[in-house]
């Protein structure tokens, strides 16, 4: 594996697609996949399928919506989108992650 | 995880085929649209979709992913291997019957059993911190119990540190009337501190204060549930209404929640107890007293302490008495009493048999169906399916068979203990309420658990001992007698767990007819028995009560249908409560005697012959010479005590308890006859001295009257009420019952054991001879091939059945030697319920493996008969 690109850290993929979500709204997987490989660029490595167990979980916590819909080929795709539940998420998961580094952070900057 | 997760992965579990369809579309989707971009930015369409591919990344492990994800994975393989289980189950519907069958025996004996055991033994009384109560008796000898006297309870109540409160109560009887029939309710007149004692709350209104107990306040009752419901129809409105009680008017100043003393007979309601001044006397024990103890002190202290107040009221205490002690004991101990205690334990040991033999055998049924499924198991096996799979695949199809079983015993226990409740009133404490609750589920999930490790291993454990290279060719040759030993042993421990349940259960029915054989002392038959109650009010005086009693008997004795018709203040086969002495001259010391009042019809009625002198005639009636009749008993003690070889003629003082009053006076009163023994006491306990007295010379205000007809007891009932309201119309007829009942009540500690031992017993035998059947018919038709041998080689059909017949009691005789000396060293745990009987009674234990004898030759004659009935051509051509 190269070292410049690093898998996803434990934990933010959820973090990315609601916060994909909500800056772009209702959209389906391979446009979902696309836009967080778009949006952190070259220093991501990401199995573009990995999406989709990340997703069914955020669904099944209630924090996205699935709708019925047709990609691009005309395909019958699933639509996904935040709910009310899922954009008091973001906020929720967004304060986490702030913390978490925050801690880090300051411990490296102490050890140092 | 959220509740919203939990049940969307729930939800994910049963709908699992409509995930994986959508996925894959999702999957199929994103792959045509990352071709498309990749094909757009100039790929080949061969390099754009490796490109697509690639990206996506790993299919199968994201697949994998996505199902742990979404849902329980555990759950779905367990669950998978639950409905392979039950399929397996479905393909087989036979064995599956006769194992759930068996388990549910076993299961719904157990559970019943543990529900009855937990009822009467386990579960606190219904009163507040129940374990603090306890009854103080005075002892006349230790082991002998014996009420207390006014002064001796007020002088306790003010001396005893050890209690919070002392209570003193005393039974009542009083005719309800005012509204229909007159109702006869049975209470207690109680101390004020009664319900602090027994600390039970009330749903209506208030218990006693001690402003109730002053004399004129004393005309208000307190309630219990039941009687509110069944007298009262749940009337809210009764509280602070008045009702007539003896035809007096009763305040009604509560009502007690429901549960404790709802199914009581003796304590319906309460009122309160108020001491005469004439009734302060050490003499005249009357009184039955509890008390709860302070938090923290054992009955033995309290004992202690009370021994000691005993001891310092030394100076006051008749001198007949100083010998006396004082015991102390917890009242749910006085309620189970030893012999309950003992046939509870019995009967839980029975029914644990039980449950260990239905496992043998249905250990021994998974066995064989094992052995069929070798060729099977040998061959998936072999396909390359791990041990550890097929293990827990069996398992699993193990531990579905345990949930069926065990679901189906949870049904047939709930019908055991509503079927069985009526049946076991009789024995069980009134504070025992019988019904399965959650504590029962929880038994009953222990017992499934606990069987599904003992049989569950069994078939994987079969698997893993399968040598599999050789299992193959021996199955490829059809498996021509193998050894099975593990079953044969198995039988053999059925056989004997039987024999020891057979033996305990033939031990006690030989006691029950031991019991039932018992010389009463009277004719029982065709006679049924009531009791009537005076109010003192109406019937002041002891001639008024007298000639009540004297109308009332001419009045029955019209009724048609009525042969003959006696009053008494005891019933035969109950024992006198009421004791007194008798004076003889020369003696230092007065004799204690049981005291019973009967009218000139009680020993026709009941047939006790007269041995000497004469009985209680017409013409003994109140104001005539005082006259008595003693029993067999107390003359041989006059006979040892004072030399007295003829009784009848001579003159003794007698104890006689004061009409209304609760104290006694010493009458002169002459002997005039003897008659013999009539059994009061219980069955193998001595016959007491009695003192049988004219009704009409020492009358009472409650008397049980006997009636023997020759037509249906309910018309004589409805007779003898009629009888009853043309002397009194305000008077209610309580305690209805036959003689037969009233013999029944008193035999009902010894024989409700005995038949319920019987039915598991007969249980336990069954499920050993379905045992016996499987393993001799599968013995049988393993050997097809070696009996077809023998028959074309000469060998008749009765050489055949010979041979089968001789290999299963072969079995038989080792189990019932392993039973017989089990039994030999189980039995005397029944030794304190049997009468009548050695624990080692020879003829129950022949009895007892005669049985077992017969029924493993009736499970063994299908399988014969089978057995004489091969074609041998058919058999080794089917074979070869």
């Known amino acids: 594996m190269s070292k410049e690109k690093s898998e996803i850290p434990y934990g933010t993929l959820d973090l990315l697609i609601l916060r994909s979500l909500e800056t772009i709204g209702r959209m389906h997987g391979y446009a979902l996949a696309r836009r967080i490989e778009q949006v952190c660029g070259e220093s991501l490595q990401l199995s573009q399928g990995s999406i989709y167990p990340a997703l069914i979980r955020l669904e099944q916590e209630g924090w996205i919506d699935t709708t019925w819909g047709v990609s691009e080929t005309n395909r019958k795709v699933k639509f996904y989108s935040l709910t009310e539940a899922g954009r008091k998420q973001v906020a929720v998961e967004i304060a986490n992650w702030e913390k978490a580094t925050a801690l880090v952070a300051r411990f490296l900057g102490a050890t140092s | 995880m959220t509740v919203h997760g939990l049940v969307a992965r729930l939800v994910a579990l049963v709908r699992k085929r409509q995930f994986e369809e959508e996925l894959d579309g999702e999957i199929a989707a994103h792959l045509e649209l990352a071709e498309r971009d990749a094909l757009a930015s100039g790929l080949s369409p061969e390099q754009a979709r490796i490109a697509a591919r690639k990206q996506f990344g790993g299919i199968e492990s994201m697949k994998e992913q996505h199902r742990d994800r979404r849902s329980f994975p555990w759950l779905e393989n367990a669950w998978r291997d639950v409905c392979y289980g039950v399929a397996g189950l479905r393909r087989d519907p036979g064995f599956t019957a006769v194992v759930v069958g068996v388990l549910a025996l076993g299961v719904g004996a157990n559970v019943a059993m543990f529900g009855l055991l937990d009822a009467v033994m386990l579960k606190p009384l219904p009163f507040g911190n129940p374990d603090r109560i306890v009854r103080i008796w005075e002892a006349p000898r230790p082991g002998v119990t014996n009420s207390t006297t006014a002064p001796d309870f007020l002088d306790w109540r003010q001396m005893a540190t050890t209690f919070e409160a002392l209570t003193a109560e005393s039974p009542i009887s009083m005719a309800l009337t005012g509204a229909g029939d007159p109702v006869r309710l049975d209470g207690r007149a109680v101390t004020a501190d009664y319900f602090r004692v027994f600390d039970v709350g009330v749903q209506l209104g208030r218990t006693f204060q001690p402003r109730d107990l002053e004399p004129g306040h004393e005309a208000v009752i307190v309630l219990s549930h039941a009687t509110w419901e069944s007298v009262f129809g749940a009337d809210r409105g009764i509280v602070n209404r008045k009702i007539l009680l003896d035809g007096e008017p009763h305040e009604v100043i509560g009502v007690l929640r429901p549960g404790a003393f709802d199914r009581s007979e003796e304590a319906r309601f309460w009122r309160p107890l108020v001491i005469q001044p004439g009734q302060y006397k050490r003499g005249v024990h009357w009184l039955m007293v509890h008390g709860r103890l302070r938090p923290n002190l054992t009955p033995l202290q309290a004992r202690d302490e009370m021994r000691r107040i005993a001891a310092s009221l030394r100076d006051v205490t008749p001198s007949h008495k100083h010998t006396w002690l004082v015991e102390v004991e917890p009242l749910q101990k006085l309620l189970l009493g030893d012999n309950l205690r003992q046939s509870m334990y019995l009967m839980f040991g029975a029914v644990v ?151 305990g259960a033939s031990l006690l029915f030989r006691s029950l007819l031991n019991l039932r054989a018992v010389e009463t002392g009277v004719r029982i038959e065709n006679v049924v028995t009531m009791s009537v109650n005076l109010p003192l009010q109406t019937y002041r005086t002891p001639a008024a009560a007298a000639t009540f009693f004297e109308s009332l008997r001419e009045r029955v004795r019209a009724v048609p249908g009525v042969s003959q018709a006696a009053l008494s203040t005891h019933l035969p086969l109950r024992w006198v409560g009421n004791g007194e002495a008798i004076e003889v001259a020369g003696q230092p010391a007065p004799i204690n005697v049981r005291f019973k009042r009967v009218d000139a019809g009680y020993m026709d009625a009941f047939g006790i012959p007269l041995l000497k002198g004469r009985g209680i005639a017409e013409s003994d009636r109140h104001g005539s010479p005082r006259v008595m009749v003693i029993n067999e008993a107390l003359a041989a003690r006059l006979a ?241």
Request: charged letters at 15%.
């Open chain 2, 353 to 503: 048999l039980v449950l260990l033999i239905a496992c043998a055998n249905i250990a021994n049924l998974l066995l064989a169906k094992g052995a069929a499924r070798r060729k099977e198991m040998v061959i998936r096996t072999a396909l390359g399916a791990s041990r550890s799979r097929l293990g827990a695949q069996l398992l699993t199809e193990t531990l579905v068979l345990a949930a069926l079983g065990g679901a189906a015993g949870l049904a047939l226990a709930s019908f055991l203990v509503s079927a069985a409740a009526p049946f076991l009133a009789e024995m069980v404490p009134y504070t025992t309420t019988l019904a399965l609750d959650y504590r029962a589920l929880a038994f009953a999930g222990v017992i499934v658990s606990l069987v599904g490790v003992l049989i569950g291993g069994l078939p994987a454990m079969q698997i893993s001992a399968a040598n599999i290279g050789s299992s193959l060719q021996q199955a490829s040759r059809g498996s021509s007698g193998g050894k099975h030993s593990l079953r044969r042993f198995i039988v053999v421990a059925e056989v004997a767990l039987s024999l020891v349940l057979v033996c």
């Open chain 2, 640 to 880: 040892d005590a004072a030399g007295i070889r003829n009784p009848v003629g001579m003159t003794v003082g007698l104890y006689c308890p004061v009409y209304g009053e609760r104290r006694t006076t010493t009458e002169q009163v002459e002997i005039v006859g003897v008659i013999r023994n009539e059994r009061v006491a219980a069955p193998g306990a001595p016959h007491p001295p009695i003192v049988y007295v004219p009704l009409s010379q020492v009358p009472i205000d409650g008397v049980k009257l006997i009636v023997r007809s020759d037509i249906d007891s309910a018309a004589v009932i409805a007779g003898v009420r009629e009888a009853l309201g043309s002397v009194d119309s305000h008077l209610p007829l309580g305690d209805i019952a036959t003689m037969r009942e009233v013999r029944e009540r008193t035999l009902a500690g010894a024989s409700r054991p005995a038949w319920l031992i019987g039915v598991f017993a007969g249980f336990a035998a069954l499920l050993a001879a379905i045992g016996l059947y499987g393993v001799i018919s599968q013995t049988v038709n393993q050997r097809r091939r070696e009996m077809g041998i023998r028959m074309a080689l000469g060998a008749r059909a009765s050489d055949v059945v010979g041979h089968v017949l001789g290999d299963a009691l072969q079995l038989v005789l080792i189990g019932l030697v392993v039973g017989a000396s089990g039994a030999f060293a189980l039995t005397r745990f029944a030794k304190s319920l049997l009468f009548g009987v050695s624990p080692l009674d020879p003829v129950a234990f022949v009895i007892a493996c005669g049985a077992m004898v017969s029924i493993g030759i009736v499970a063994c004659l299908i399988p014969a008969s089978r057995a004489a009935r091969l074609d041998p051509a058919m058999t080794l051509r089917e074979e070869g």
